[in-house]
């Protein structure tokens, strides 16, 4: 007799977290699917945080899961135009999170999260957004970006080819929110919305898991060491003390 | 000969295109591998004389034929489970739930810890969200198991590929987060990685890597339930070896361990 197909499993774990994500909105993204009969193609929008370059901006990606999703991770590129290290030119983005496990001796001396089936949209999106302002710059996708961005930070902000080409890629999405009738938040208070209390128990704990991120009032100053706190791997590679 | 078609540095660079095609080259291998599997084998088989082992080995090969003899003096049966690289996890799980089925008391307990478990490992970083899900699930097992269902019922909750593979994520956490727990002592064991997170995320969470012994002490001793694990291979005498996890506690799971295997054992 033959097991079932992980197929079934798949179906079941989207299904949840679609539902999730669309009942209590959280801070920084919206997620749709591209088509409702199809669970394994979403749209997503990431809003960019306050106080960084991506202020204001709206930036559309589509993921893509497997079958054997939660147990595989799913794909994410983008479809609004990026330029930034960690994405290459057609938009995929190239984050440890998204890589499976699989055995690769000696690139071990960076500690990076790869894919476990307790990953799940939220925590990719996470740490999608923590990466547009904490580009590693120890493996890029775009390494005329990755040049770009280094010049940028070692001159603290005056060389300022970086920062002018992704503020005018922030500002050009500002049609497309537009067009898809979405209000981007721009300061802290807008962008970190509470989500109101829940009755179920799961929607108490993932209001306690995020709500470290955002409600010590301790942002202004040090976001880019504590403004995500589920990313330390990803964003210790980007390195602001170099 | 074959060679004489293609340069070597050619094929070589087609081979390898980049870090992450190469690792879904990898991975379409595995999955080809994992049918393949999945096609000949169940998750958890019934049980079986241990007679049939001797079929696997050749006649002269007298350590093997020795060993399986001194195993048949000491058990009655075994149970395969298919070697998916879930298979320590998959074996612990039903073999213990099967016992539990007879064991009111220590099923309290059991049921105690585990429904603890999920605080420790959202604790720990786990988002809770997913978590919780493999939990509830775990859970359900558990109580079907205090209302005693049958084990025809338990063992097709374990060939429920879907299901199955929920119970063994969820125990692949509780490895993970024994060992973060215990990390001052597990780091002494870890080579290949800086730390004992890192390990966890390569070698425990994610489905289909196997179990070493430190994988085994981390679950029992997260638990608390006593496994034997007995030795078939080339090494030594014509009896099997045996290893008690955590050490000293009194074994409630068998298994027999081939290389790169565990399956059931039953006495």
């Not at chain 1, 088509?35 to 893509?64: R, S």
């Not at chain 2, 298919?82 to 074996?91: E, K, L, S, T």
């Not at chain 2, 775990?138 to 929920?166: C, N």
Request: glycine content about 6%; charged content about 30%; overall charge negative.
């Amino acid at each position: 007799m033959m097991a079932s197909p992980p197929m079934s499993g798949s179906l079941r774990a989207l299904a949840l977290e679609l539902k999730n994500l669309q009942e209590e909105p959280v801070e920084g993204f919206r997620v749709n699917l591209v088509n409702d009969e199809n669970l394994y193609e979403w749209q997503v929008a990431i809003f960019g945080p306050p106080d960084t370059l991506y202020q204001g901006g709206y930036f559309k990606a589509v993921m893509k899961f497997p079958q054997d999703y939660p147990y595989s991770p799913p794909t994410f590129r983008f479809t609004t135009k990026m330029w930034h290290p960690n994405i290459y030119e057609n938009g995929d983005v190239c984050i440890s999170i998204l890589h499976p496990p699989v055995d690769d001796p000696q690139s071990g001396e960076l500690p990076s999260e790869r894919w476990n089936p307790t990953q799940n949209v939220r925590t990719i999106l996470m740490s999608v957004i923590s990466l547009l302002n904490e580009p590693n710059t120890y493996s890029p996708a775009n390494v005329d970006a990755s040049v770009m961005f280094r010049k940028w930070r070692e001159s603290s902000g005056k060389d300022k080819e970086y920062e002018n080409i992704i503020r005018k890629q922030t500002n050009a999405t500002k049609e497309d929110a537009e067009k898809d009738g979405v209000k981007v938040p721009t300061t802290l208070a807008d962008y970190c919305i509470k989500t109101k209390p829940k009755t179920s128990h799961s929607s108490m704990d993932m209001a306690d898991f995020y709500d470290d991120d955002y409600d010590d009032g301790d942002m202004d100053d040090e976001d880019d060491d504590d403004f995500y706190e589920d990313d330390d791997d990803d964003s210790g590679n980007g390195g602001e003390g170099s | 000969m074959a060679e004489a078609n293609s340069k070597p540095g050619e094929s070589l660079d087609k081979a390898l295109p980049s870090g992450v095609e190469y690792d879904e080259a990898i991975m379409a291998q595995q999955d080809r591998i994992q049918q393949e599997i999945a096609e000949t084998s169940q998750l958890i088989g019934d049980h079986e004389d241990l007679l049939l082992l001797s079929n696997e080995y050749s006649e002269e090969d007298n350590v093997y034929q020795g060993k399986i003899k001194d195993l048949r003096s000491k058990y009655k049966c075994f149970r395969r489970t298919r070697g998916d690289g879930n298979c320590f996890y998959r074996a612990f799980g039903f073999s213990y739930l099967e016992r539990l089925l007879d064991d009111r008391k220590d099923l309290e307990r059991f049921k105690e810890v585990a429904a603890k478990s999920k605080d420790m490992l959202v604790s720990l970083g786990f988002p809770a969200f997913t978590v919780e899900d493999f939990h509830d699930t775990f859970m359900e097992v558990v109580e079907k198991v205090e209302r005693q269902i049958p084990v025809e019922d338990l063992l097709a909750t374990f060939r429920d590929q879907g299901l199955s593979d929920y119970l063994v994520v969820y125990l692949r956490l509780l490895t993970s987060g024994y060992l973060q727990q215990n990390q001052d002592f597990f780091v002494n064991f870890i080579e290949t990685y800086a730390s004992v997170k890192e390990f966890c995320g390569h070698e425990v969470e994610p489905m289909a890597r196997e179990s070493d012994h430190i994988h085994i002490i981390a679950l029992t001793s997260c638990l608390n339930v006593g496994v034997r694990v007995e030795y078939m291979d080339r090494a030594g005498s014509e009896e099997v070896n045996h290893h008690d996890f955590p050490e000293g506690t009194e074994p409630k799971v068998f298994l027999l361990y081939r290389p790169g295997h565990y399956d059931i054992l039953y006495k």
